[in-house]
């Protein structure tokens, strides 16, 4: 009979593969370098994940689960203005990138870039992630023209994406410069002309 799962090796597991994965890549990390980071057996990988293709859908996860627990309650926040709301959301993603001096940015968009057709539970992750943070930007985004609760329309929606799409691409860009300046120009000239304000100061 097998050994039941234990938790504190599938978070160390997935801990360490977020590490690695963010700060080298997903094809430069090997399985070893994974286990040896998380204090594990190379061995028991198996025993957690069926593949390293598995294994970065669910750092991927974890990753944007902790996206949307620190940062999406700023969407719903009904004291502040649907658009505020939309800017204050992408600062505080910037906010996270500053404290890593730009270097490593957005494992969304990094993983995006570098997954081949192969790699399809990862691939099929990040489609999941994209589409549920395109829903969480157009709903806020909503709100502006209907109010609380509103549903989100094909061109909110698509507003959603761009926003999301300028980000990432900020966030290259960031990354391959070290810098906070590609972040700066979507604050403070792209965010503000996509929604159709003069400026994202709060």
Same mark, same amino acid.
């Given at each position: 009979?097998?050994?039941? @799962?234990?938790? !504190? ?6 801990? =360490? ?8 890549? /997903? ?15 190379k ?11 598995? /294994?970065a =859908? ?5 990753? +944007?689960?902790a996206? $949307? ?16 709301? $939309? @800017? ?13 001096? /730009? @270097? &490593?940015?957005? &494992?969304?968009?990094?993983?995006? !870039?570098? &997954?081949?057709? #192969? ?5 099929? *992750? !990040? ?5 549920? +943070?395109?829903? !969480?930007?157009?709903?806020?985004? =909503? *709100?502006?023209? #209907? ?8 061109? %909110?929606?698509?507003? =959603?994406?761009?926003l999301?799409?300028? +980000?990432?691409?900020a966030?290259?860009r ?5 810098s ?16 159709? %304000?003069?400026?994202? #100061? $709060?």
């Amino acid at each position: 009979m097998s050994r039941p @799962a234990n938790p !504190l090796v599938r978070e160390n597991l997935l801990n =360490a593969g977020l590490t690695l994965f963010h700060s080298q890549g /997903f094809n430069a990390v090997g399985l070893k370098e994974i286990t040896d980071m998380a204090g594990v057996p190379k061995g028991s990988f198996y025993s957690y994940y069926s593949s390293k293709n598995a /294994f970065a =859908a669910a750092v991927l996860r974890q990753y +944007w689960a902790a996206i $949307v627990r620190n940062h999406a309650p700023i969407l719903s926040d009904e004291s502040t203005p649907p658009v505020q709301r $939309v @800017a204050r959301f992408f600062e505080a993603m910037t906010r996270d990138h500053a404290e890593q001096d /730009f @270097a &490593l940015g957005c &494992l969304i968009g990094n993983m995006t !870039l570098e &997954l081949s057709d #192969s790699n399809q539970e990862a691939r099929e *992750e !990040l489609a999941a992630i994209m589409d549920h +943070w395109s829903r !969480l930007v157009a709903a806020c985004l =909503a *709100e502006s023209g #209907s109010g609380q609760n509103a549903a989100a329309s094909p061109e %909110t929606t698509e507003l =959603a994406s761009m926003l999301i799409e300028s +980000w990432e691409g900020a966030a290259m860009r960031g990354r391959l410069d070290r810098s906070s300046a590609p972040y700066d120009r979507f604050l403070a000239t792209a965010l503000p002309r996509l929604l159709g %304000t003069q400026t994202t #100061s $709060v």
